[in-house]
């Protein structure tokens, strides 16, 4: 069947579960609850399975009310098709009784997990061709929407996935402790380093400063991608404001990047601070917006095969990587926030950036795990009261 008609045929479901009470679990609950023996994984796979369509019938209501030239668009409807595909992976799994059900329903969502890695590129892509063709296009409550939902379905299904697979008794589930910022911004800077240096044949070091022994509790695929979005701009920025156009990469010395670590009472800091040029007032507020981004007008400039190893293709390709679509920002600061974290920005225009993440310890009992609020805990922003009863 062609996936618009599956859709269609789906609308009174989708809007009929779509209009059901989503059960709302903090942080905290969900690591309390989170255990590796079997009782307790068939609890979490009950408490899912009912708790999931709901979440997935709300998020395709919401693109249902997208207007037409958005929800045609290719991407758009590869996500939608994705949300559906799990929407009935889960509502048509029989009730779960057994650690046999259990451990069916588990392969289920490990691969539903799989199918929605690509919803991130996806929407970003499609809204740069639905804004190329319509500029008067603007998402940015519907991707805020979308983007923060996803962050807690995603914990609610990781959790429970990593909950399966562990065999230990502390770091059951998502939350790692005592995780050292220090040596995972050392590796992904490295990596960084080298795909700068693939795309402009030069790259600023990385320097570290401060606390570098710092520990945080945090969830480890939360603090890469906001590290990692951050040090991309900042490389990025480095080399654009000190390799003038047609020189020789070796030619110029380019300052570094530093990263300081800081731990103070509710946070651990990382600051991010280049020297690539800032950039105007104007602009500081421009930058968070999804979309917004100077990747485009400036391709033809960078991307001079003649200072590239390898054709302009694949240059063009791993610049995608380090700068794309502009949403690297409007998603730090979703993360960021999502747990009553910060990002801010300080940029003098004509010299560098600083930019200061701060993020909470997700320890229990603490405020950051244990409110129920949109920005902090697995809540589902649309329920007037929350209820907590069936919590896993
Ligand atoms: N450290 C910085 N120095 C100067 N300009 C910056 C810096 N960080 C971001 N910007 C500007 O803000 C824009 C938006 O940044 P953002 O990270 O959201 O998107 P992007 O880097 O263009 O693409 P994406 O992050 O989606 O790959 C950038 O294109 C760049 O013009
Ligand atoms: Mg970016």
Known sequence: MYAGDLLLKNVPRIRELATQQAATITLGQLMRNTSSD???LLKQAQWLHKA???RFARRLNDFLQLPYIVVQNRQFH????TYLETLDAVASFPKLRTFKDESAFHDVMVEQLQRHAEVVPLISEGYWEVRQMYPHIRLD???????????SHRILLENYVNAHNSHSGGNTGIVKRDLSPHKMLKAHSESLIKLTRSVYGCSPQVEFRGNLACTLDYIPRH?????QEVLKNALRATVERHLPPH???WMVTLP???IELQKGDYYVIIKISDQGGGMPKKMQNEVWQYGWTTAEEEEDITLDPSTWPGSKTNAAKRKKELCGYGFGLPLTRLFAQYFGGEVFMQAIPGHGTDMYLLLNHLKEGAPSTEMVDPSTALAETENTS???ENAP
């Open 52 to 54: 999931l369509p709901i």
């Open 386 to 388: 929350h209820s907590i």
């Open 78 to 81: 590869a996500v939608m098709d």
């Open 256 to 258: 570094d990047v530093i």
């Open 223 to 227: 603090l890469t991608f906001v590290v």
């Open 141 to 151: 409550d519907f991707l805020d929407n979308l983007f923060t939902t996803r962050i």
């Open 38 to 40: 079997p009782q307790s």
């Open 247 to 249: 020189t020789e990469p």
